[in-house]
């Protein structure tokens, strides 16, 4: 029988102190791993990484807040330390969007920066600040035969993120699940491939020396699609899989999933502006919400405008649109006013652009923007900018999102703006949570009882 070659010889290993020795064959062992991974089929690849989550979700829900806050800063500080590294894989990333004016959207929503990878430390940290939810109860109240019965947060368990584009997903989502006592099984688009997976190896090392157990901070590392679609049937390793991308991710955890989901779905949100109203917020707010980050999924993508107002907003609004390469798409009136806009196709109302285009349509009054947001929005996010009271409570109350606004702009529905500190997403789903979905939303509750030798007459 052939011996197995080492993968790190002594000659290696010579002239170098104790720490790089140790890194070598540190790095040794990962290639074998990785070696006999490539052997495995999907379905066994899975069942070994999945068993792994699964056995480290026993020991990571009990851990004290303390000892993950620990975890946590070490990640945040690890991230920043492996800046070089990150940005060189986000490149080999980057490097298939070149000169595809047609996908520069995605391109930005890839892209890393020294910036953003900071932004990514800092999240952790204002993570690490937060109160941790586990444990948490609302009381407890005594039956009439003296059990005593409570409830208790705790973590769901094993929670499976699929996602497209963005690389601070896989910060974001590894924090907040840690922090709220979860495993993470993270699988990013393939267009992120090397971003995701150098942020994930960075972020599981520092956690496993801080005492967090291998396996509950997981990256699911093939990029083939039919490694989606049993992840998606693991229901013996995963508690819920959260989606965060567009229609056709959507489309195949709706049609494969037999896990429940909580969808994070496309964001077509709109601003009404409405008849009695201060125009220069109204512009000011439009053009924040459509401009400040275009790419992303509460980026304003249709301006509702009220008849009476549209002559004296949208002129001065398209001067500063015009300014900042918008592509703005109207109705007919609005094609009268703004000379500058293409006539909007019936296709654009209701078009998640993700992108400096807007459409724009002049309307009658709030019912009928109702009328248009109930037809073409995603349930997302909506706003209204008004001085009347009654309108903008009457907008509150019947319009359907996960978040309704009045006088902001809809980039601030974001876990952040909302102290909620970082999101795993904003749930478009009715049932469990809807919204920027903080740390409670990342547990469930249990019931504790407390008897004293109690039987059921």
């Known amino acids: 029988m052939e011996e197995k070659k080492e993968s790190v010889s002594q000659a290696d290993l010579e002239g170098l102190d104790e720490s790089e020795k140790l890194e070598k064959e540190i790095d040794g062992l990962e290639e074998e791993v990785l070696e006999e991974e490539k052997e495995l089929t999907h379905e066994e690849y899975l069942e070994i990484t999945l068993q792994k989550a699964k056995d480290a979700a026993r020991s990571l829900s009990g851990m004290i807040a303390m000892k993950k806050n620990a975890a946590l800063l070490a990640m945040a500080e690890r991230l920043e330390e492996s800046e070089e590294a990150l940005l060189e894989a986000n490149e080999e990333d ?271 009054d709030i019912d009928d923007a109702m009328n248009h947001i109930h037809q073409f929005g995603s349930r997302h996010t909506e706003t209204i900018v008004t001085n009347d009271y009654d309108r903008a409570l009457r907008f509150l109350r019947e319009v359907d999102a996960g978040a309704v606004m009045v006088n902001a702009s809809t980039r601030l529905n974001d876990g952040y703006e909302f102290g909620l500190g970082a999101e795993i997403g904003i749930s478009t789903t009715r049932i469990h949570a809807r919204g920027p979905m903080g740390l409670e939303d990342l547990t469930c509750s249990k019931y504790l009882v407390y008897g004293t030798g109690q039987i059921r007459e």
């Open 94 to 364: 980057l490097k298939a969007f070149e000169g595809d004016e047609s996908r520069a959207a995605m391109a930005d929503r890839l892209r890393l920066t020294p910036e953003r990878i900071a932004d990514m430390a800092k999240q952790i940290r204002e993570i690490a600040k937060l109160r941790d939810p586990v444990g948490e109860s609302k009381g407890f109240w005594q039956r009439p035969n003296g059990m005593r019965v409570g409830r208790v947060r705790v973590p769901i368990g094993v929670i499976g993120i699929i996602y497209e584009s963005r690389p601070n997903v896989t910060a974001d989502a590894a924090a907040l699940c840690l922090k709220s006592g979860n495993v993470c099984v993270l699988r990013g688009g393939s267009e992120a491939l090397h971003s995701n997976k150098a942020i994930a190896k960075v972020l599981g090392e520092a956690a496993q020396k801080s005492g967090i157990p291998d396996g509950a901070i997981t990256f699911i590392d093939r990029p083939d699609r039919e490694v989606v679609l049993a992840l998606l049937k693991s229901d013996q390793y995963i508690d819920l899989i959260i989606p965060r991308g567009g229609d056709a991710l959507m489309k195949t955890v709706n049609e494969h999933a037999t896990i429940p989901v909580i969808k994070h779905d496309k964001g077509v949100c709109h601003i009404y502006v409405d008849s009695d109203v201060d125009l220069s917020m109204a512009q000011r707010i439009s053009f924040n919400a459509k401009v400040q980050r275009p790419s992303t999924c509460n980026a304003m993508e249709t301006l509702l405008v009220h008849e009476n107002v549209a002559k004296n907003l949208l002129p001065a609004l398209a001067e500063e649109f015009v300014g900042a390469n918008v592509e703005m798409r109207g109705c007919p009136k609005t094609c009268k006013i703004v000379p500058e806009a293409k006539p909007a196709q019936d296709e654009d109302f209701g078009q998640e652009f993700l992108a400096l285009i807007v459409a724009i349509k002049v309307v009658k």
